[in-house]
């Protein structure tokens, strides 16, 4: 694993986060265009945090404060190929649910259902189903809710 500092984006890091999502799964299969990341990263009521490996900028997180039900809700999450498999994802979201613990019982987020990596991966972080919306985004695909008590 790799030794990471994350923190609050830059403006310049808004938009490498935006061009990561944009080239990435499952921004890619739900047809995000490069202009609805670059719009989700730079929304003012987000929060966006990215993880820095040596100084290097590996990952990024897009968090709403008050999401599902007054809930912290996790917007999206990615991480550069380079770093995929050294724990970044990992430490972003352990670093949410750190950060909204103290003010918040829960944590959301949502996975679509052709993305089972991601949902093993929340899963083996605590997570679990709590609905499902059926062709929400894309038809022949659902969108999965998942939730973790933060305490």
């Known amino acids: 694993m790799v030794e990471l500092d994350i923190t609050?984006?830059?403006?310049?890091?808004?938009?490498?986060?935006?061009?990561?999502?944009?080239c990435s799964d499952p921004w890619v299969r739900l047809c995000a265009t490069?202009?609805?990341c670059r719009a989700a990263c730079?929304?003012?009521?987000?929060?966006?945090?990215?993880?820095?490996?040596?100084g290097v900028a590996c990952g990024a997180m897009v968090l709403q404060?008050?999401?599902?039900?007054?809930?912290?809700?996790?917007?999206s999450i990615v991480v550069d190929e380079d770093y995929r498999g050294q724990r970044v994802g990992a430490a972003l979201m352990e670093f949410a649910e750190n950060l909204f613990r103290g003010e918040a019982r829960h944590?959301?987020?949502c996975v679509s259902s052709f993305n089972t990596r991601a949902r093993a991966f929340y899963e083996?972080?605590?997570?679990?189903?709590?609905?499902?919306?059926?062709?929400?985004?894309?038809?022949?695909a659902?969108?999965?809710l998942m939730h973790k008590r933060l305490r």
């Open 8 to 22: 609050l984006a830059t403006e310049e890091e808004r938009d490498w986060a935006a061009g990561l999502m944009a």
């Open 42 to 54: 730079r929304d003012p009521g987000y929060l966006l945090y990215v993880a820095h490996a040596n």
């Open 65 to 75: 404060r008050r999401g599902v039900a007054g809930s912290p809700y996790v917007k």
């Open 124 to 140: 083996r972080l605590g997570y679990h189903a709590a609905g499902e919306f059926n062709d929400y985004i894309m038809d022949g």
């Open 34 to 36: 490069p202009e609805q």
């Open 142 to 144: 659902s969108e999965i």
């Open 107 to 109: 944590l959301f987020l």
